[in-house]
């Protein structure tokens, strides 16, 4: 039997639509992004130094760089959401910041996003602060690594 008949094309459109719905619904504002930033540096200044992901700590310091040069813009584009660095920030007077023509172009857009919102999640974000708290150079030493292997009888092999 076919599925298209057993589900039928309306079922279908309805699941679609409501997709859709749930999609505009969970799409996420700036003030998400905003609260998620100030988690996450909240959470990278209770960690010590030693055990900082470089990475993750990277990501917030450069985040709270643009934020601080009032450099980080939010746009919404019905399903997802996009932050992403300009050149000046809103108040500089500069001719370059004012002309039109010399705005950044929309084929170069992709190298300006910080990060992208969907579902009600900021991705890179996410990606980023995974294992916040595990520095790669903390498992690059490998004399902590080595400590034999001990047999039944409780002497180390090495």
Same mark, same amino acid.
């Given at each position: 039997? $076919? ?13 679609? @639509? ?8 969970? $799409? ?5 992004? #905003? ?6 540096? $909240? ?7 030693? @055990?900082?992901?470089?990475v993750s700590e990277k ?5 709270? =760089? ?6 980080? /813009? ?15 920030? /809103? ?5 370059? =910041? #004012? ?13 300006? @996003? ?43 092999? =090495?």
């Amino acid at each position: 039997m $076919n599925r298209l008949a057993l589900f039928g094309s309306n079922s279908i459109v309805k699941l679609s @639509i409501g997709l859709a719905v749930a999609a505009i619904w969970l $799409n996420p504002k700036e003030v998400d992004f #905003q609260e998620r930033h100030l988690e996450a540096n $909240n959470i990278m200044v209770l960690v010590s130094k030693p @055990i900082k992901n470089p990475v993750s700590e990277k990501h917030v310091d450069h985040i709270n =760089s643009l934020y601080s040069d009032d450099r980080i /813009r939010y746009t919404s584009c019905l399903f997802l959401s996009f932050m992403w660095k300009d050149n000046f920030c /809103r108040e500089v007077g500069l001719y370059e =910041s #004012q002309c039109s023509y010399l705005k950044p172009s929309l084929r170069k857009f992709y190298d300006r @996003i910080e990060d992208i919102g969907f579902w009600g999640k900021w991705w890179i974000y996410e990606e980023k602060m995974k294992d916040f708290d595990v520095s790669p150079a903390e498992w690059s030493d490998t004399s902590v690594l080595n400590l034999g292997v001990v047999n039944p009888r409780g002497f180390t092999i =090495s």
